[in-house]
C-alpha cells in the first residue's frame, strides 16, 4: 500500500543561505468510492485506514445505515490511485442505484454525491446522550491527547486528527487525513468496525466546524463536538437542531460552547 508519509529532498533558505535537506510531507492520493460497479465519489485523501474510510464514509453519507449492508468490501491499488469497491446487499443496492451520482471532489471536500439543495440540507439525526456530561478538564485532555497521538501530523505537521474521548477510558480512537472531513469518516469507521458507536464520547477535530462536519457527526450519534477553530453559522444552527454540543475555538486557555451547554459542566466533578 501506498505509504502515508514521504521524505522528499529539498533546498531551503535559512540564516542567508540556502542550504540542502530533507522534508518529511504527507502523500495525497486518489480514492474512489464504487458501490456495485458505479463510481460515487473521488476524494484526495491520505493512503492509510482505508477500511475504515469506505466504511465511515458510506455511513456519514447514508448511503448505508450500518456495516452489515455492505456485502464485501475490496481495497484495489491502481496505477492512479486506490479504489474502494464495495458490493451492497439487498434492499440497499437498488437504493443507491436512485440516488447514483458522480462526483470528484476537492481535499477535504464534505458534499459528494449530492444531487439536490434538499440532500445538501438535510436534517441531521438527533444524537442521544442527553445525560452525558463533561468538565473543562476533560475538554483540554481530550485536546492534548489528540495533540500528542497524531504520529503523521507530528512528522508532517500538515494533516488534521479527529479523535473520540470518552470520560475515564481517554482517546479511545483516532484518525488523521490530508481532509478534515476524511479524518472523521475514517474515525466513524474505525468506531464502527470495532462495534462501537459515538454515545457517550465527545469528537475532537484540529479544524474549523462547517456543517458537513456536524451532520457526519451525528450520523454516528456523536453527542459533542469539539474544534480548534470557529464554526460557521449554519453548523451552529444544525448543531442545535441535532441536540449536539458545539464546543469551538478550544485552546489551552479556554474555549466556547455555542449550543447545548448543559453537557459542559462548570466546574470538575468530584466522583464518590
Known amino acids: 500500500m501506498i505509504a502515508p508519509v514521504r521524505q522528499i529532498e529539498r533546498k531551503a533558505w535559512r540564516a542567508g543561505e540556502v542550504v540542502d535537506g530533507q522534508r518529511a510531507i504527507p502523500e495525497e492520493t486518489a480514492v474512489a468510492f464504487t458501490y456495485d460497479g458505479t463510481s460515487h465519489a473521488v476524494m484526495m485523501a491520505t493512503p492509510r485506514d482505508l477500511e475504515d474510510f469506505a466504511i465511515g464514509f458510506s455511513l456519514t453519507e447514508r448511503i448505508i445505515a450500518s456495516p452489515a449492508e455492505i456485502e464485501t468490501l475490496e481495497v484495489i491499488e491502481e496505477p492512479l490511485g486506490v479504489e474502494l469497491r464495495m458490493r451492497l446487499v439487498e434492499p440497499r443496492a437498488a437504493a443507491f442505484q436512485?440516488?447514483?451520482?458522480?462526483i470528484t471532489g476537492p481535499t477535504g471536500c464534505g458534499l459528494c454525491g449530492i444531487e439536490s439543495l434538499e440532500e445538501a440540507m438535510r436534517a441531521p439525526a438527533k444524537v442521544a446522550g442527553d445525560a452525558c456530561r463533561f468538565t473543562p478538564d476533560d475538554i483540554m485532555a481530550a485536546l492534548d491527547a489528540l495533540q500528542s497521538r497524531q504520529a503523521i501530523n507530528r512528522t508532517t505537521h500538515?494533516?488534521?486528527?479527529a479523535g473520540l474521548y470518552r470520560r475515564g477510558e481517554g482517546l479511545v480512537a483516532l484518525r488523521e487525513d490530508i481532509g478534515r472531513h476524511n479524518a472523521l469518516d475514517k474515525l466513524?469507521?474505525?468506531?464502527?468496525r470495532s462495534g462501537e458507536r459515538g454515545e457517550g464520547g465527545l469528537a475532537v477535530l484540529t479544524s474549523r466546524l462547517s456543517v458537513e462536519l456536524v451532520q457526519k457527526a451525528a450520523a454516528v450519534g456523536i453527542p459533542a463536538l469539539v474544534a480548534v477553530s470557529v464554526p460557521t453559522a449554519l453548523a451552529v444552527r444544525t448543531a442545535e437542531a441535532a441536540g449536539m454540543t458545539l464546543v469551538a475555538v478550544a485552546r489551552q486557555d479556554g474555549f466556547e460552547i455555542f449550543t447545548h451547554?448543559?453537557?459542559i459542566e462548570e466546574t470538575k466533578r468530584v466522583d464518590a
Open 98 to 102: 436512485e440516488r447514483r451520482r458522480y
Open 158 to 161: 500538515a494533516v488534521h486528527g
Open 188 to 192: 466513524a469507521g474505525a468506531l464502527t
Open 261 to 263: 451547554a448543559h453537557r
